[in-house]
């Protein structure tokens, strides 16, 4: 990426190739959460927008949903997957913490000789990865690069707090990124990160440490949410980065045709939408029958809206994740698909 007079152009040629994703057959719908904890329909879908999310089974984990989204991808669009040479997964439920999940996706499909790393930025981790696999191909010393988002959130949600089961789902998401000829327009356009760590420990799950900083923490192996605080600071802190990145790229909201956000719940969207000018009816979610999925909440998302016609090549796309961390993560495409 170039600096020149206060704005930003990509030099990479990558682009988007492929596109697939996968959600498991089971339904968590709000009348099974009523007899489960002490809430109801209407209220989870007013404060959410949330009315069903999918479940992975007992025995399916991420790498499982990982595989089905790599096939999907190939199905569809009949790629070959031999000739990758580098593999990114962002996931805050790998199975194991190694080997890591795109080792897991390496030995599946047999892909020889690739780069194989994981991801873990929460829900910005997706378009993380994007930006990643971007700069892999800028440096030339990539071509191929498969790119997947998934979560097993299931696997790690409280069911007895009636604030966070309401929100998490599973599913998966998967892309491959190549790099294209220099005389073909740029479908990488911009980047922006940000992150406020300071503000990291009202949004974790524990591990080793028995502290953030100077916060102790549970260590139940759940996901533990200060649900207003991570509120406050996504209707606050997200517009500012997103005004920040259209500044940065001299677009306005309404030259977007599409926003592709981390689905968090409803009240943030509109929030966002409210405060950046970007109308929500351009505003791409998967929320209502997925629920949150964090780092698969985007190329879900991405696929439903190719696959409906929505999505259609030479269109300007916002992808913007953020959560966890507390991070953000945005990317500008050109879609080429």
């Not at 991808?73 to 795109?102: G, N």
């Not at 405060?275 to 791409?284: A, D, M, N, V, Y």
């Amino acid at each position: 990426m170039n600096r020149q007079d206060g704005n930003f152009t990509y030099t990479t040629t990558a682009r988007i190739t492929a596109i697939g994703s996968y959600l498991p057959e089971r339904k968590l719908t709000n009348a099974d959460l009523e007899n489960m904890v002490e809430t109801s329909d209407e209220w989870i879908v007013q404060r959410t927008g949330i009315r069903e999310r999918r479940i992975a089974a007992q025995g399916e984990f991420t790498s499982d949903m990982c595989f089905a989204a790599v096939r999907s991808m190939v199905e569809e669009y009949r790629v070959e997957l031999k000739d990758v040479d580098y593999i990114i997964v962002a996931t805050t439920t790998p199975d194991t913490f190694f080997p890591q999940m795109a080792a897991r996706v390496q030995a599946e499909f047999g892909i020889g000789g690739s780069g194989a790393v994981d991801v873990q930025a929460a829900c910005a981790g997706f378009v993380a990865a994007l930006q990643l696999a971007g700069g892999l191909i800028a440096t030339g010393m990539h071509r191929k690069i498969l790119v997947i988002g998934a979560e097993a959130l299931s696997k790690i949600t409280d069911y007895t707090d009636r604030t966070t089961c309401i929100l998490f789902g599973d599913g998966a998401g998967a892309v491959l990124v190549e790099a294209g000829s220099a005389d073909e327009p740029a479908s990488w356009l911009s980047t922006i990160a940000l992150t406020d760590g300071e503000e990291g420990h009202h949004l974790y799950r524990s591990s080793l440490a028995p502290n953030i900083g100077e916060m102790a923490v549970e260590q139940n192996g759940f996901i533990v949410q200060n649900g207003r605080a991570v509120y406050r600071w996504a209707i606050s802190r997200v517009p500012e980065g997103i005004e920040q990145f259209l500044a940065q790229t001299g677009i306005a909201a309404q030259d977007l045709d599409w926003f592709v956000p981390h689905n968090p719940n409803i009240r943030i969207l509109e929030a966002v939408s409210e405060r950046t000018g970007i109308p929500l009816e351009k505003t791409l979610s998967t929320l209502a029958y997925t629920g949150n999925t964090s780092a698969a909440s985007i190329p879900i998302a991405l696929h439903q809206a190719v696959r409906d016609g929505r999505i259609r090549s030479g269109q300007l796309l916002m992808l913007y994740g953020f959560g966890g961390g507390l991070s953000q993560a945005g990317l500008l495409l050109r879609w080429a698909l």
